[in-house]
């Protein structure tokens, strides 16, 4: 009889885009959360958690720069007795099943509502440097109104937040701009009707961040050579046809006033653009009413993101502060956040037109600014860890360790072998922990305890001479009813 082969062990590998977060990490997203949440609150936005998944259906067909509901996102479909499949998906942000939820839920729900959403979400895409399949994100939105009072109020919000999580005012800009004005462009340039010729030109507007005026002049027109020599095909309009276009882009001045005469000149007689001109107008003013002036909010006319999704005002979170990529270069940090206002999502549920409008925040890019800053990522502090000198006197271990949690101090007891005390101490170090607590026989007898200082420890035996050890010592024996005070007392001076 052959030998029956064993089933092969699991590769204990991570699957590709996705990544593990530990204590430090998971910690410090919690804390952002609760500061971001805080900010949300105090707008007067309630919290809402929403499932994970959602039909396919009720997706849509909103994934950024994907034609199909089915690609781009981690979809299955599930039968019922009857052998009739449903498509399940895990969502892709949290704005679609907003709208779901909204639609089903509206005679329940106040108008406008006001929400905020903050978790993960799931993207079936090419993986790379910095981009992952999984990632959270922190959303708020008004349903409800079409007053650009919303659309101004997100803005705000999101210039608070930035400034609340420890962003400081000079290191960020949010930009703001209005999709109804380059419906105006479009107008005004005489192109044909149909979706073709307009999604080639959004498209090409699209990379004016990356390939400049003279750039998408070249791919509106004739056609350009990209940074490899290939050559890529232009749109093929005139170069009167290209002019509104790029009038459009351009037409950010100095003065808020001269940028809004620009853009009456790139939109010609269009409604549709005068009237998104009106708007920014508006929320212009509104901003300026509650104090927030161009050096946190601006009108910028090149924030063209999302252009197929939007209906109106749009904004963009910028990061100022300049960074080194991995190849060395100085670079500006970019965007942590977008969004704008979304007339037409909820409309698919209902075939009645419903305002919406709202931002979403990338928390793991805002963590990572937050890195850059130093704001975070400092020495994570562990639990005050117990030792143990004698494995039979483990209550005695239990109720020092009892003691210092009901006094609200982080603390364990060193639950490894025992045997070796050199190891509990590394083990300490490895933890992050700021004291040791050692009772051996002797100090059982004599009632008293002595408690480590690991972090001057560290630092002494770093740095120190053997002068400046003795008259700093790290390690301090006290009585034993004195051990939570004097542990309190040690972990008090470290924060100085």
């Known amino acids: 009889m052959a030998k029956q082969k064993k089933a092969p062990r699991p590769k204990a590998i991570t699957p590709k885009g996705f990544r593990d977060y530990f204590g430090s990490e998971v910690s410090e997203r919690a804390e952002m959360l609760h500061q971001i949440a805080g900010v949300y609150h105090r707008y007067g936005f309630e919290a809402l958690e929403s499932s994970a998944v959602e039909t396919v ?48 839920h509206r005679n329940d729900l106040p108008t406008p509502y006001r929400r905020y959403a903050m978790g993960p979400v799931w993207r079936n895409e090419k993986p790379g440097p910095g981009r992952y399949r999984q990632f959270y994100q922190c959303d708020a939105d008004t349903v409800g109104t079409s007053s650009m009072a919303a659309d101004t109020e997100i803005c705000a919000l999101l210039s608070d937040t930035l400034e609340t999580v420890g962003i400081p005012r000079g290191d960020y800009l949010v930009r703001v701009n209005n999709r109804k004005v380059l419906n105006g462009v479009l107008e005004a340039m005489g192109l044909p009707d149909g979706e073709g010729a307009r999604d080639n030109v959004l498209r090409t507007i699209d990379k004016f961040d ?25 749109v093929g309009l005139s170069d009167d046809q290209a002019e509104p276009v790029l009038a459009f882009l351009t037409s950010k001045a100095d003065d808020v006033a001269k940028t809004f005469e620009n853009l009456r000149g790139a939109v010609g007689g269009s409604t549709i653009g005068a009237e998104g001109i009106a708007e920014l107008e508006q929320i212009g003013e509104l901003l ?21 999704y939007y209906t109106g005002p749009v904004y963009e979170a910028e990061l100022t502060f300049e960074i080194f990529d991995e190849k060395g270069r100085k670079r500006q940090f970019g965007s942590v956040a977008g969004g704008g206002r979304y007339d037409d999502l909820v409309k698919r549920f209902t075939g009645q037109s419903v305002p919406a409008t ?45 003691e210092l949690r009901n006094a609200g101090i982080r603390a364990e007891v060193y639950l490894g072998n025992p045997k070796n005390f050199g190891n509990q101490l590394k083990y300490a170090d490895r933890r992050g922990s700021p004291i040791a607590v050692i009772e051996g026989g002797d100090e059982k007898a004599n009632d008293v305890v002595q408690i480590k200082d690991l972090i001057l420890g560290a630092k002494i035996a770093e740095s120190a001479t053997h002068e400046e050890w003795k008259e700093r010592p790290s390690q301090f024996e006290v009585p034993r009813d004195q051990l939570v005070s004097k542990v309190r007392e040690i972990l008090e001076g470290q924060d100085d």
């Not at 990356?210 to 232009?234: P, Q």
């Open 358 to 402: 709202g931002v979403s925040i990338g928390v793991d890019r805002l963590l990572a600014a937050l890195r850059e800053k130093g704001r975070i990522g400092g020495r994570v502090e562990g639990p005050v860890v117990v030792t143990v000198m004698d494995r039979d006197r483990m209550v005695d271990y239990q109720t020092m360790v009892a």
């Open 210 to 234: 990356k390939v400049g005026e003279a750039g998408v002049r070249e791919l509106l027109t004739k056609g350009r050579l990209d940074a490899s020599g290939a050559f890529i095909d232009g």
């Open 288 to 308: 300026a009413a509650g104090g927030y002036g161009a050096d946190r909010i601006e009108i910028d006319p090149s924030v063209v993101r999302g252009l197929g």
């Open 57 to 104: 259906e009720a997706l849509g067909k909103f994934l950024p720069d994907v034609d199909r509901p089915n690609e781009g996102v981690f979809a299955w479909q599930e039968y019922d007795e009857n052998d009739n499949g449903d498509w399940m998906a895990l969502r892709y942000d949290l704005t679609a099943p907003l709208a779901r939820v909204y639609a089903q």
